[in-house]
């Protein structure tokens, strides 16, 4: 398995070209963000993709609910944006 990753720190700007690329070499995106995933970046990576380049996407992020208190590490876990959960979304999205 090989994979690209783009570390976007910001939601704006949004690296457009770079994410059309990332979605025509890959065919398939995950994101991963550390905050409430509606209105996020994964949400505003899928409207680009929706109007440009329609490819599969998994978001990870954190689900619009209620906060949580825990360390950084048990949130990641909870939550499932440590490397494994990341690894295995991937996994799944390859269906391996």
Known sequence: MSARIINMPTIKTLYEELILQAARDRGKLITVEEHNISGGQGEAVCSLLAEHQPVPVKR????????HSGSADELLQQFGLNAEHIAAAA???LGK
């Open 91 to 93: 996994k799944e999205m």
């Open 60 to 67: 990870l992020g954190i689900p619009d609910e209620f906060d």
